[in-house]
């Protein structure tokens, strides 16, 4: 799953695993692609290469202090 449930007292937004979340734009994109729809695919690319930026600038936390 994607997203972390939010604690609706506290209102925080939820957590992304932005991995992931790239991993299914990328099988849209090419999905997208093979049923012959080049601008969907162009667009799922696009969001791909977006999460997977966001994934490298913001670490995932693992419970283990900084080295």
């Known amino acids: 799953m994607a997203r972390k449930k939010s604690d609706p ?3 925080e937004p ?7 979340v790239a991993a299914l734009h ?4 090419n999905l997208a692609f093979a049923s012959g729809n ?4 162009l667009a799922a690319m696009s969001a791909a290469a977006l999460h997977r930026q966001e994934a490298k600038r913001s670490p995932k936390k693992t419970g ?4």
């Open 26 to 29: 990328q099988v849209t994109a």
């Open 9 to 11: 007292k506290k209102n």
């Open 14 to 20: 939820a957590e992304v695993d932005h991995e992931q």
């Open 64 to 67: 283990k202090p900084a080295r």
């Open 38 to 41: 080049p601008l969907a695919a």
